[in-house]
Nanobody, 117 residues
Framework: QVHLVESGGGLVQAGGSLRLSCAASGSIFSGNSMGWYRQAPGKQRELVARISSSGRTIYADSVKGRFTISRDNTKNMVYLQMNNLKPEDTANYSC???????????WGQGTQVTVSS
């Protein structure tokens, strides 16, 4: 049973923008915080951004001011707007769901983002 499905990844030049989308099943979206994590080859998975059910957000320092996470509670969707992309943003980006402050319980398959210099 698929709970989270990401889309919107791709290849973009440095300085460009991408918008990632994540469609979630209603059973895990409602009341849960939603997040985006990323993992680059040879590196550990890291938090990019999370948003609580009430709209509270947190960001990794490396993306503050460039990325924006949002959610549409009427559509069970979460988004990640990524601007001014850098080659170091290249990674597989995964959508997540879970209780705020705790490790996520659900993960998507991920979508690849590649930023060329």
């Amino acid at each position: 049973q698929v709970h989270l499905v990401e889309s919107g990844g791709g290849l973009v030049q440095a300085g460009g923008s991408l918008r990632l989308s994540c469609a979630a099943s209603g059973s895990i979206f409602s009341g849960n915080s939603m997040g985006w994590y990323r993992q680059a080859p040879g590196k550990q998975r890291e938090l990019v951004a999370r948003i609580s059910s009430s709209g509270r957000t947190i960001y990794a320092d490396s993306v503050k001011g460039r990325f924006t996470i949002s959610r549409d509670n009427t559509k069970n969707m979460v988004y990640l707007q990524m601007n001014n992309l850098k080659p170091e943003d290249t990674a597989n980006y995964s959508c997540s769901a879970g209780r705020w402050g705790l490790r996520p319980d659900y993960w998507g398959q991920g979508t690849q983002v590649t930023v060329s210099s």
